[in-house]
């Protein structure tokens, strides 16, 4: 189900007056609307001391800034505390004056004395003693011809205006780095100073400025109050440019208030004076920001036609500021109409005329446009990249409110992704800034998208409490948008609860707000959600109905994952009515727009994007499977499980025969039966798929090396004990041969789903696993216990010891089967390529590491601080090695010798890798957030520059020969478990090129490891080949160590040649 999240718009225009920000390259903002002047008391004082007097000309081959307005330097030399006014006239252009320090850095710039005087004039009062710079500028780039600078010493009025500009000034700059606060305090003192000196200008200043920070700060009705009494002043004294801006700012408030009609009406006036006056850079920006307003009314062909507009004039008078803000709503509208690709042509536009005219601010503004398209492209890996930059760009310009937005966007590509805990991680950095900077609007959005993180990890309770905050919030500052989103919010958590009809009454009142302010993406949210309702009250015609509507919706704004999750609720409406001829064209779309959207994504991304698509292909499998068409559904359940552990594996592979490389064509398909057949017939191995549907229904497929397939469906849904969610774990450390300290097994133990417990071996648990799991397979099963069966599970069933499954008359299933384990069954065929590529196995070039000098870890204690723990010694695991290694005539690595940097250097050439140590099953250094993604590390010795804890992902990424991998360590079989299996240790190794991996399910004690790895390897001796040798050795440690949490532990993922 898809939820409303309110994103942040990256290119409104926010009116600033008064002075404004110039980089050091000494470009200037242009357009007066933007820029406008607190009017100066009084003209010169002809009896004031004259310090520097000076003519001089403006021509051609004189300096100029960024926007092409040719300027003149003169120096000036002062001491701190030190006024002096400066007075810039000329008949022949628009003069404007910048008074910048030694290095460059603006302290004060003035345009007009006043709306009829374009002659310049400027008070300061010197910081600290030295030389500071005057610019003799012109207002624009057509500016020539002659000019009058004249210095003199500052009058007592000419003083208390600077301190006045000096504090409005103040203001600007702290408003531009988020600290609204600060800035607010500072506008409020200009206020008071420009009161006192009777300065109407000046004062309406002040508070339109202040009104500006109440709108940064979501306080849009004490915005509303302030700017009124702005305009009134403009209005009185006939300062038109300056009324002009007030009004556009009140168009912003009701904008940000939901009150649209009333919004556009201030920008028509605003609009109205800027031609009077002829002040076309301002006619761009209002026509800018009044699309916004049909932006939000969902009328997006009048918003172009107005950003259309806005772009001409600013392309006519050379203003790149404007043309920068059209672009960036051209791209906004476009998006909304689901044309992204052209979005992203004028976010790229953008880009490149920010970067061309050194404008920061604006490179970042389209960095983050181009995230938020990327991101609605399901181009995943892309927004994240932008989204990056944009939050590297926006911390190194201490940008704080677009820092926050950086991490909320962040926050939304990775909750699209499934990665619930990171993106709440991230919504609370949104959250934290907000709440530093008094950013209300940003505070309740950020509370809404936790509500939503919470929600989709079943934490229900959380949800509704960050809802409701947000609520109020959105209540307090008349976000209406806002407020109908957590609503809805709430609305799902009570329908997850079970109390439908409150969750449809709230929906109904999101849904009302939506239509009313035109929010035509949380109308989509509403219909959907009902119909989520509905259908969870079974009545299906009804769900149908709403989901009809919002699949239209989807694709009118051209929603592709929204498109595809409507297209999977009418699919599962439609199996509830047993209408499997409407259902399953409707799935079918679904997944091809879910294969569209993996294209070019990372495999973490991809592995999480895998797990949120799934339920797609369970409800087309169970479709097919319900109209008699097993095999199909077959190829379904396949296309669903490993396909990024498959698509990287297969890059690894080059040899791959021509006729496999086709089928393995892993961005169009998975195999088909013909190639699941032949899979199974090249390895001679029986494959058993499982496939569990809703915690409800389990299916099993059985393909035999003939080419038959067998296929058993269970139904757990009318039965009150449902087995498939009821595995329970053993209990003891879950570190080999040692107990750790309480915040190490919490760390080892924690995991993403609760079904991860270790699988009990009571007898009588193992019993009921075999009657679920093999005996409605039994008869379809190999007789003779040398034939190879691959058992292909999902979900919790990957921690299944299958080994240790009993019969009815105790038989354990090993006693009958030579066992192994793969992901899917294209990683299984591909694992046996691997080994047929590699030379036979060999008991040579053994790298065998045992028991090495314990590194230290980092583990998060209770109340979040991070604390180093050192790891245990494991004596018998250096006994193991060093019997392994005396049998296999080598060297083993043990205590100081067992270093990650010497083994990282052997890895690459062994032929057979044997690790006896601590295996980390969740390990990921906290500090970091890329390590965790592939959990899992092994302990081995620190130093020359390693930590000793040799991760999934270092593993990841190395290129290795071996033919077998053994991790004699506890719980190195497990991992995060994923659409994609089982993301960990095992998984890294056969990326990396180790065709068959042997792993444990649990803490294995140390004397039994010890005896079952020797007799693996004498059988590898005597010629069996890796499955058949570790069944040998589990019958023999069997026989003297009974109990099967001795010997039933290790599992071989993989190929068993």
Same mark, same amino acid.
């Not at 001409?312 to 906004?332: K, P, Q, T, V």
């Not at 991760?951 to 995060?976: K, W």
């Given at each position: 189900?898809?939820?409303?999240?309110?994103?942040?718009?990256?290119?409104?225009?926010?009116?600033?007056?008064?002075?404004?920000?110039? $980089?050091?390259?000494?470009?200037?903002?242009?357009?007066?609307?933007?820029?406008?002047?607190?009017?100066?008391?009084?003209?010169?004082?002809?009896?004031?001391?004259?310090?520097?007097? #000076?003519?001089?000309?403006?021509?051609?081959?004189?300096?100029?800034?960024?926007?092409?307005?040719?300027?003149?330097?003169?120096?000036?030399?002062?001491?701190?505390?030190?006024?002096?006014?400066?007075?810039?006239?000329?008949?022949?252009?628009?003069?404007?004056?910048?008074?910048?320090?030694?290095?460059?850095?603006?302290?004060?710039?003035?345009?007009?004395?006043?709306?009829?005087?374009?002659?310049?004039?400027?008070?300061?009062?010197?910081?600290?003693?030295?030389?500071?710079?005057?610019?003799?500028?012109?207002?624009?780039?057509?500016?020539?011809?002659?000019?009058?600078?004249?210095?003199?010493?500052?009058?007592?009025?000419?003083?208390?205006?600077?301190?006045?500009?000096?504090?409005?000034?103040?203001?600007?700059?702290?408003?531009?780095?988020?600290?609204?606060?600060?800035?607010?305090?500072?506008?409020?003192?200009?206020?008071?100073?420009?009161?006192?000196?009777?300065?109407?200008?000046?004062?309406?200043?002040?508070?339109?400025?202040?009104?500006?920070?109440? %709108?940064?700060?979501?306080?849009?009705?004490?915005?509303?109050?302030?700017?009124?009494?702005?305009?009134?002043?403009?209005?009185?004294?006939?300062?038109?440019?300056?009324?002009?801006?007030?009004?556009?700012?009140?168009?912003?408030?009701?904008?940000?208030?939901?009150?649209?009609?009333?919004?556009?009406?201030?920008?028509?006036?605003?609009?109205?004076?800027?031609?009077?006056?002829?002040?076309?850079?301002?006619?761009?920006?209002?026509?800018?920001?009044?699309?916004?307003?049909?932006?939000?009314?969902?009328?997006?062909?009048?918003?172009?036609?107005?950003?259309?507009?806005?772009?001409?004039?600013?392309?006519?008078?050379?203003?790149?500021?404007?043309?920068?803000?059209?672009?960036?709503?051209?791209?906004?509208?476009?998006?909304?109409?689901?044309?992204?690709?052209?979005?992203?042509?004028?976010?790229?536009?953008?880009?490149?005329?920010?970067?061309?005219?050194?404008?920061?601010?604006?490179?970042?503004?389209?960095?983050?446009?181009?995230?938020?398209?990327?991101?609605?492209?399901?181009?995943?890996?892309?927004?994240?990249?932008?989204?990056?930059?944009?939050?590297?760009?926006?911390?190194?310009?201490?940008?704080?409110?677009?820092?926050?937005?950086?991490?909320?966007?962040?926050?939304?590509?990775?909750?699209?992704?499934?990665?619930?805990?990171?993106?709440?991680?991230?919504?609370?950095?949104?959250?934290?800034?907000?709440?530093?900077?008094?950013?209300?609007?940003? #505070?309740?959005?950020?509370?809404?998208?936790?509500?939503?993180?919470?929600?989709?990890?079943?934490?229900?309770?959380?949800?509704?409490?960050?809802?409701?905050?947000?609520?109020?919030?959105?209540?307090?500052?008349?976000?209406?948008?806002?407020?109908?989103?957590?609503?809805?919010?709430?609305?799902?958590?009570?329908?997850?609860?079970?109390?439908?009809?409150?969750?449809?009454?709230?929906?109904?009142?999101?849904?009302?707000?939506?239509?009313?302010?035109?929010?035509?993406?949380?109308?989509?949210?509403?219909?959907?959600?009902?119909?989520?309702?509905?259908?969870?009250?079974?009545?299906?015609?009804?769900?149908?109905?709403?989901?009809?509507?919002?699949? #239209?919706?989807?694709?009118?704004?051209?929603?592709?994952?929204?498109?595809?999750?409507?297209?999977?609720?009418?699919?599962?409406?439609? #199996?509830?009515?047993?209408?499997?001829?409407?259902?399953?064209?409707?799935?079918?779309?679904?997944?091809?727009?879910?294969?569209?959207?993996?294209?070019?994504?990372?495999?973490?991304?991809?592995?999480?994007?895998?797990?949120?698509?799934?339920?797609?292909?369970?409800?087309?499998?169970?479709?097919?499977?319900?109209?008699?068409?097993?095999?199909?559904?077959? $190829?379904?359940?396949?296309?669903?499980?490993?396909?990024?552990?498959?698509?990287?594996?297969?890059?690894?592979?080059?040899?791959?025969?021509?006729?496999?490389?086709?089928?393995?064509?892993?961005?169009?398909?998975?195999?088909?039966?013909?190639?699941?057949?032949?899979?199974?017939?090249?390895?001679?191995?029986?494959?058993?798929?499982?496939?569990?549907?809703?915690?409800?229904?389990?299916?099993?497929?059985?393909?035999?090396?003939?080419?038959?397939?067998?296929?058993?469906?269970?139904?757990?849904?009318?039965?009150?004990?449902?087995?498939?969610?009821?595995?329970?774990?053993?209990?003891?450390?879950?570190?080999?041969?040692?107990?750790?300290?309480?915040?190490?097994?919490?760390?080892?133990?924690?995991?993403?789903?609760?079904?991860?417990?270790?699988?009990?071996?009571?007898?009588?648990?193992?019993?009921?696993?075999?009657?679920?799991?093999?005996?409605?397979?039994?008869?379809?099963?190999?007789?003779?216990?040398?034939?190879?069966?691959?058992?292909?599970?999902?979900?919790?069933?990957?921690?299944?010891?299958?080994?240790? %499954?009993?019969?009815?008359?105790?038989?354990?299933?090993?006693?009958?089967?030579?066992?192994?384990?793969?992901?899917?069954?294209?990683?299984?065929?591909?694992?046996?390529?691997?080994?047929?590529?590699?030379?036979?196995?060999?008991?040579?070039?053994?790298?065998?590491?045992?028991?090495?000098?314990?590194?230290?870890?980092?583990?998060?204690?209770?109340?979040?601080?991070?604390?180093?723990?050192?790891?245990?010694?494991?004596?018998?695991?250096?006994?193991?090695?060093?019997?392994?290694?005396?049998?296999?005539?080598?060297?083993?690595?043990?205590?100081?010798?067992?270093?990650?940097?010497?083994?990282?250097?052997?890895? =690459?050439?062994?032929?057979?890798?044997?690790?006896?140590?601590?295996?980390?099953?969740?390990?990921?250094? =906290?500090?970091?957030?890329?390590?965790?993604?592939?959990?899992?590390?092994?302990?081995?010795?620190?130093?020359?520059?390693?930590?000793?804890?040799?991760?999934?992902?270092?593993?990841?990424?190395?290129?290795?020969?071996?033919?077998?991998?053994?991790?004699?360590?506890?719980?190195?079989?497990?991992?995060?478990?994923?659409?994609?299996?089982?993301?960990?240790?095992?998984?890294?190794?056969?990326?990396?090129?180790?065709?068959?991996?042997?792993?444990?399910?649990?803490?294995?004690?140390?004397?039994?490891?010890?005896? %079952?790895?020797?007799?693996?390897?004498?059988?590898?001796?005597?010629?069996?080949?890796?499955?058949?040798?570790?069944?040998?050795?589990?019958?023999?440690?069997?026989?003297?160590?009974?109990?099967?949490?001795?010997?039933?532990?290790?599992?071989?993922?993989?190929?068993?040649?």
């Amino acid at each position: 189900m898809k939820q409303a999240v309110m994103l942040f718009s990256l290119v409104a225009v926010n009116f600033l007056l008064s002075s404004a920000s110039i $980089e050091p390259s000494f470009s200037k903002a242009t357009g007066k609307m933007r820029r406008i002047e607190a009017a100066q008391s009084k003209q010169t004082d002809e009896s004031a001391t004259v310090l520097l007097e #000076v003519e001089g000309v403006l021509e051609e081959g004189d300096a100029a800034l960024s926007d092409g307005s040719l300027y003149d330097v003169y120096e000036v030399e002062g001491q701190a505390g030190q006024s002096i006014t400066i007075h810039l006239e000329s008949e022949a252009f628009d003069t404007y004056v910048l008074f910048m320090n030694t290095n460059g850095e603006l302290i004060d710039e003035s345009d007009d004395v006043s709306n009829q005087n374009t002659n310049s004039q400027l008070s300061v009062i010197f910081a600290n003693d030295g030389v500071y710079k005057i610019l003799a500028n012109s207002y624009d780039n057509t500016g020539r011809g002659r000019y009058q600078l004249r210095v003199t010493e500052a009058s007592q009025s000419e003083i208390n205006l600077a301190e006045a500009h000096r504090f409005l000034n103040q203001g600007l700059q702290q408003d531009y780095s988020s600290q609204y606060q600060e800035a607010l305090q500072s506008f409020q003192q200009a206020l008071a100073l420009y009161q006192n000196i009777d300065d109407q200008r000046g004062e309406a200043v002040s508070l339109s400025n202040i009104g500006g920070i109440y %709108l940064s700060l979501g306080q849009y009705e004490r915005s509303i109050e302030f700017l009124q009494q702005a305009s009134a002043i403009d209005h009185a004294i006939g300062y038109l440019p300056g009324e002009a801006v007030t009004l556009g700012r009140l168009g912003l408030a009701y904008e940000s208030l939901g009150r649209y009609e009333r919004a556009i009406e201030f920008y028509q006036q605003a609009l109205k004076i800027t031609r009077e006056i002829n002040d076309r850079s301002s006619q761009a920006s209002i026509l800018s920001n009044m699309s916004l307003v049909y932006h939000s009314l969902s009328q997006f062909d009048r918003a172009i036609e107005l950003q259309q507009q806005a772009l001409s004039i600013a392309h006519e008078i050379g203003d790149h500021l404007s043309e920068l803000n059209a672009l960036g709503n051209l791209g906004l509208s476009y998006a909304s109409l689901g044309q992204y690709g052209r979005a992203i042509d004028f976010h790229l536009k953008a880009l490149t005329i920010a970067i061309e005219i050194n404008n920061f601010s604006a490179e970042t503004t389209a960095l983050g446009n181009l995230g938020l398209n990327y991101h609605s492209l399901g181009r995943y890996e892309s927004a994240i990249d932008y989204l990056q930059q944009f939050l590297n760009n926006a911390q190194r310009i201490g940008d704080r409110q677009r820092e926050a937005n950086a991490f909320s966007s962040l926050g939304i590509v990775y909750r699209s992704l499934g990665q619930y805990d990171q993106a709440i991680d991230l919504f609370q950095k949104y959250l934290s800034i907000t709440r530093e900077i008094g950013d209300r609007q940003g #505070v309740a959005t950020a509370l809404s998208n936790i509500g939503f993180s919470h929600y989709y990890l079943n934490q229900y309770a959380l949800s509704i409490d960050a809802h409701n905050q947000s609520i109020e919030i959105a209540r307090t500052i008349g976000d209406r948008q806002g407020e109908a989103s957590s609503l809805g919010g709430i609305a799902i958590a009570y329908s997850a609860l079970g109390q439908h009809q409150k969750s449809i009454e709230l929906h109904q009142q999101a849904l009302t707000t939506a239509r009313e302010i035109g929010d035509r993406q949380g109308v989509l949210n509403n219909l959907a959600n009902i119909g989520n309702t509905y259908l969870a009250l079974e009545e299906f015609e009804r769900a149908i109905e709403f989901y009809q509507q919002s699949l #239209v919706m989807t694709r009118e704004i051209g929603d592709r994952s929204g498109e595809a999750i409507a297209l999977t609720n009418l699919g599962i409406a439609y #199996v509830s009515l047993s209408d499997f001829g409407e259902a399953e064209p409707l799935l079918r779309q679904a997944i091809e727009i879910h294969e569209d959207l993996r294209a070019n994504l990372s495999d973490n991304q991809l592995i999480s994007l895998l797990d949120v698509q799934f339920g797609t292909f369970a409800v087309l499998e169970l479709a097919i499977s319900l109209q008699g068409r097993p095999n199909e559904a077959l $190829e379904v359940a396949e296309q669903s499980r490993a396909r990024a552990f498959a698509l990287q594996l297969a890059k690894r592979l080059p040899n791959l025969s021509e006729s496999r490389s086709s089928e393995n064509n892993l961005n169009s398909a998975a195999p088909t039966i013909a190639g699941i057949q032949k899979i199974a017939y090249e390895a001679n191995t029986t494959l058993v798929t499982y496939s569990t549907i809703g915690n409800q229904i389990l299916h099993i497929w059985v393909i035999r090396p003939s080419g038959n397939i067998g296929f058993r469906s269970i139904d757990f849904s009318s039965s009150d004990y449902n087995p498939i969610t009821t595995l329970s774990g053993i209990d003891g450390p879950l570190y080999r041969g040692a107990e750790e300290p309480s915040e190490l097994s919490n760390l080892v133990a924690e995991t993403r789903s609760a079904s991860l417990n270790v699988i009990s071996t009571e007898t009588e648990q193992l019993k009921e696993l075999h009657q679920i799991l093999i005996d409605p397979i039994a008869d379809l099963l190999p007789t003779d216990p040398a034939d190879k069966v691959a058992f292909i599970p999902q979900g919790s069933l990957f921690l299944v010891p299958f080994a240790a %499954l009993q019969d009815e008359e105790g038989t354990y299933l090993v006693e009958k089967h030579t066992i192994l384990t793969a992901p899917s069954i294209q990683v299984f065929g591909l694992a046996h390529d691997a080994a047929q590529a590699q030379s036979a196995l060999s008991t040579d070039d053994a790298l065998i590491v045992g028991n090495p000098v314990m590194p230290e870890i980092t583990v998060p204690t209770d109340s979040g601080e991070l604390s180093q723990i050192q790891l245990a010694s494991l004596p018998g695991a250096g006994e193991e090695a060093k019997a392994i290694a005396q049998f296999l005539n080598t060297q083993p690595l043990t205590g100081n010798e067992a270093t990650e940097a010497r083994v990282k250097q052997l890895l =690459p050439s062994a032929g057979i890798i044997h690790l006896a140590t601590h295996g980390l099953l969740d390990y990921g250094d =906290p500090k970091t957030s890329g390590v965790r993604d592939l959990p899992g590390a092994v302990a081995l010795a620190p130093g020359s520059g390693e930590d000793g804890l040799l991760t999934s992902a270092e593993i990841y990424d190395m290129n290795l020969q071996a033919n077998l991998a053994i991790l004699s360590a506890c719980d190195t079989g497990r991992g995060r478990i994923t659409g994609d299996g089982v993301v960990g240790l095992s998984r890294s190794l056969i990326t990396a090129g180790v065709p068959s991996v042997i792993v444990s399910l649990w803490s294995v004690p140390d004397a039994p490891t010890a005896e %079952l790895m020797t007799e693996f390897y004498r059988q590898l001796r005597e010629g069996q080949d890796k499955a058949q040798a570790l069944r040998q050795a589990m019958l023999a440690t069997m026989a003297e160590h009974p109990n099967p949490r001795d010997w039933a532990a290790f599992t071989l993922i993989g190929n068993g040649l």
